[in-house]
């Protein structure tokens, strides 16, 4: 059987009515060609109509990508499901699927990456669907919101479900069975075997194809050229032949967003250390160093978007680049995480796991230490990073962020104190606010919860909040003012410009003067303590 085709042709095998699953995160393994092709047949033929996409990741961006936006079309979608959806700035045009959201002509889930990975498997195995405790106390547990994004989904009703179980409450996920998933690799044999060699990530393609072919689908795999049967080594064939009914050929695919194809990302050479650029002087690198003084040497360190994401380049400017081994939600291991078009891929990575994997050992709380960034805190430290109802498509959604923290041991969220004209500069060693913002980001209580304060003092996470002013812990008398930056007055720079109260530490220091001055901090980690092992371990 010849399984290559057009891009047309495949589009044509998508029955109306599908549960369509793609594999994607934003620009990077975006099976954008094939994606172009449903959404032309549509506009021609009015086919396929009323798709369930199932999309852990965001599938396309702002910036090139289209992505799920070729599919944002009234009659063609008729529910979404995804991890995370287009974002970008408001300076930029609002994503096609996010206009159809806001006009409730699709009903829009947004539910945890990982989860999402975790209900392919076990749609796959045929078992009853997931069970756990990640998303509980946030605003995937169908006590708070259920991970509705409109009315039309809370009209449809509900995805996910409290249960009892073993005397514990647990979150219920039931399966979603796609009839086609479209999937993306570099290399496809005659047979249909699939290697990735030019991929940032390798995602959870796999467990998508699986779902499908084990529901009696089909798979559609995209890639960028194709070889003779038995010439792609069998250690590197990534999906079997097994799984792929059809391949679709795009010469032109990108590796992630304008980004051609660097072989620093696929992990085929090795960029010098040097060749990382230093991180131009601003407050956004004294927030980002004060989260870097939070680690141990080491440790295995998750990372987030935003102001996080410049630690790694603060590590290579003190002279610690190989002091801890980062771990990024799309599956890379060490290297140098990279930020903007790129975030989610690492250059040097040690290597590429599959994502699926990658967030198990994040549910678990395999991990030393999470980075990650803010919209909102409460005065119970639960965080919002998912929703701003004015302009929803600043954000992502949750993406693997619930995944990220439920069981996280120290998690560090980076973020300014104030939003809304706020003009600061750091100088001669402290913080000079020069127009503080109108609006507070320390809030009575946040408009979706993304992650639960209540739940990590009950764990006894390690939580703490980097601000450009002060740094805060998270303690079971509430939000705690542990340090305060130079320059700064605590009675009217913080707590008069906080929106709830908080708390002041009995032995409030000053931040570093250090992290205010341009020339490197001179950095040294804590030593990570030796492994305890533990027995008897809970659910919880």
Same mark, same amino acid.
């Given at each position: 059987m010849n399984k290559i085709i057009s891009a047309t042709e495949a589009a044509r095998f998508i029955p109306d009515g599908a549960v369509l699953a793609i594999g994607s995160s934003a620009g990077l393994n975006c099976p954008d060609h094939m994606l172009r092709a449903v959404?032309?047949?549509?506009?021609?033929?009015?086919?396929?109509?009323?798709?369930?996409?199932?999309?852990? /990741?965001?599938?396309?961006?702002?910036?090139? *990508?289209? #992505?799920?936006?070729? &599919? $944002?079309?009234?009659?063609?979608?008729?529910?979404?499901l995804a991890g995370s959806f287009p974002s970008g700035p408001s300076s930029l045009?609002?994503?096609?699927?996010?206009?159809?959201?806001?006009?409730?002509?699709?009903?829009?889930?947004n539910l945890p990456s990982g989860v999402m990975y975790d209900m392919a498997r076990d749609a796959a195995a045929k078992r009853p669907g997931v069970l756990t405790k990640v998303g509980l106390d946030t605003f995937v547990d169908p006590r708070l919101n259920g991970g509705k994004m409109n009315a039309a989904a809370a009209k449809r009703g509900e995805v996910v479900q409290v249960v009892e179980f073993g005397g514990e409450t647990w979150l219920h996920f039931p399966n979603h069975f796609p009839q086609v998933a479209i999937?993306?690799?570099?290399?496809?044999?005659?047979?249909?075997? /699939?290697?990735?060699?030019?991929?940032?990530? *390798?995602? #959870?393609?796999?467990? &998508? $194809?699986?779902?499908?072919?084990?529901?009696?689908g089909i798979v559609i795999c995209q890639v960028k050229r194709t070889t003779a049967a038995g010439t792609i080594p069998?250690?590197?064939v990534h999906i079997p032949s097994t799984l792929v009914d059809y391949v679709v050929v795009d010469p032109d695919q990108a590796q992630a967003t304008e980004i051609l194809y660097d072989p620093a990302i696929s992990g085929e050479v090795r960029r010098p250390i040097s060749s990382f650029k230093p991180e131009p002087f601003s407050v956004d690198k004294v927030i980002a160093r004060r989260a870097a003084m939070e680690l141990m040497d080491d440790g295995a360190v998750n990372l987030g978007f935003g102001i996080s994401?410049?630690?790694?380049?603060?590590?290579?400017?003190?002279g610690q680049a190989e002091a801890v081994t980062w771990v990024i939600e799309q599956g890379a291991v060490g290297g140098v995480p990279l930020t903007g078009f790129a975030f989610g891929c690492a250059a040097n990575a040690q290597a590429i796991f599959p994502t699926p994997q990658q967030f198990t050992y994040f549910q678990g709380g395999g991990f030393d230490c999470s980075l990650l960034?803010?919209?909102?805190?409460?005065?119970?430290g639960s965080v919002n990073v998912s929703r701003l109802p004015s302009r929803p498509y600043l954000t992502a959604g949750c993406g693997g962020f619930v995944d990220i923290t439920t069981r996280a041991r120290k998690i560090v969220f980076s973020g300014y104190f104030t939003a809304g004209g706020l003009q600061v500069a750091a100088e001669d060693g402290g913080l000079r606010i020069?127009?503080?913002?109108?609006?507070?980001?320390?809030?009575?209580?946040?408009?979706?919860?993304?992650?639960?304060?209540?739940?990590?003092?009950?764990?006894?996470?390690?939580?703490?909040?980097?601000?450009?002013?002060c740094v805060l812990k998270l303690r079971r008398e509430g939000l705690t003012v542990v340090e305060i930056a130079p320059g700064v007055d605590l009675e009217r720079d913080i707590l008069a410009r906080a929106?709830?109260?908080?708390?002041?530490?009995?032995?409030?220091?000053l931040m570093d003067v250090r992290l205010f001055r341009p020339e490197p901090i001179g950095l040294s980690l804590a030593r990570k303590p030796a492994p305890v092992i533990r027995t008897g371990l809970q659910a919880a």
């Open positions: 959404g032309e047949r549509f506009a021609g033929e009015g086919h396929p109509r009323n798709l369930t996409v199932f999309s852990p /990741i965001a599938a396309g961006d702002m910036y090139g *990508v289209k #992505g799920i936006d070729h &599919l $944002a079309r009234k009659g063609l979608l008729e529910t979404i045009p609002s994503p096609a699927i996010w206009e159809m959201i806001e006009r409730d002509e699709v009903a829009a889930y999937i993306r690799g570099t290399t496809a044999d005659e047979r249909g075997n /699939i290697s990735m060699e030019q991929e940032g990530a *390798v995602l #959870g393609m796999v467990d &998508l $194809a699986l779902a499908a072919r084990n529901s009696g069998a250690h590197r994401a410049l630690v790694p380049q603060i590590l290579i400017e003190e960034s803010f919209l909102e805190v409460d005065a119970f020069r127009q503080d913002g109108k609006i507070s980001k320390f809030v009575p209580e946040v408009g979706h919860v993304t992650f639960s304060g209540r739940n990590a003092v009950e764990r006894g996470q390690d939580i703490t909040y980097v601000t450009e002013r929106g709830t109260p908080l708390q002041v530490a009995s032995d409030l220091k």
